[in-house]
């Protein structure tokens, strides 16, 4: 079986579809969904999503595309302890369309470390032309439970995350013809630290890349990591399922 560690099954053409998308899933061999809250909004539906379905989990986070909005804490909080709530996040540092929210960015994350620790969470980590100051802020305040979700980072990079204990999960983007620098950072991880996503409804894999994504393609994100890796698929589908069930806790 295979899990699904990232995905958005209310965003934009999913919505609606739920049942379907997740039917779809099972029948590629998906057994298991983590759909990830980014506001308060979302993080609603994601919870409503896994109190219908037995085998989606939901996790609660404020997106740092979010810093500048108001942000209801206390109703932000009432979410971690469901128990079908499995992670924080995704939350994390975003500094690609502007660095103008940058403080608060940083103050949202620290808010959500703090309360991942509180709740005993691990934390699901957004970073996207922050690489340098994502490093230095989860070294100091000590982040150990986290994985860098959709990792695209450098391969430095990786060694650093391997270094802070921390993990990585990779999507479609290592199908990409021209994501050799994805490829190499994936080679740097050792297979008990790398798990697999799709971040639905974004980021298809190459076979159906611009079409809308869902969790049934999982299989052929493996695929690639198998080949990447040098591993046979049944490998990396056997590993990255143990690695999910530890640090989600499913």
Not at 21 to 43: M, P, R
Not at 108 to 117: C, T, V
Not at 135 to 142: G, T, V
Request: with cysteine.
């Amino acid at each position: 079986m295979f899990i699904d560690t990232h995905a958005h099954l209310n965003w934009e053409k999913l919505a609606g579809r739920e049942a379907e998308v997740i039917e779809n899933a099972k029948q590629s061999g998906v057994e298991i969904i983590l759909t990830v809250g980014c506001d308060i909004e979302t993080i609603e539906k994601s919870r409503d999503c896994a109190e219908q379905f037995e085998n989606v989990f939901f996790s609660a986070g404020i997106h740092p595309e979010e810093a500048g909005k108001p942000v209801d804490w206390e109703a932000f909080e009432s979410f971690l302890s469901h128990p079908k709530c499995k992670a924080v996040g995704e939350c994390g540092l975003d500094f690609y369309y502007t660095r103008e929210t940058e403080s608060i960015q940083r103050e949202n994350f620290k808010r959500q470390i703090e309360l991942a620790r509180k709740y005993d969470l691990p934390l699901i980590i957004h970073t996207r032309d922050a690489g340098a100051e994502m490093l230095k802020m989860i070294e100091e305040e000590k982040v150990q439970n986290f994985v860098i979700h959709c990792f695209t980072e450098s391969p430095a990079f990786a060694m650093r995350i391997i270094e802070m204990g921390g993990r990585a999960s990779f999507g479609g983007i290592i199908t990409y013809p021209k994501a050799d620098s994805v490829r190499d950072a994936l080679k740097v991880f050792p297979l008990n630290r790398i798990m697999l996503e799709t971040d639905c409804p974004y980021l298809a894999p190459q076979s159906v890349r611009g079409q809308v994504n869902e969790p049934k393609y999982v299989p052929e994100i493996a695929q690639k990591m198998a080949e990447v890796k040098g591993a046979s698929l049944d490998q990396v589908e056997k590993v990255t399922t143990t690695n999910a069930q530890r640090f989600f806790q499913f």
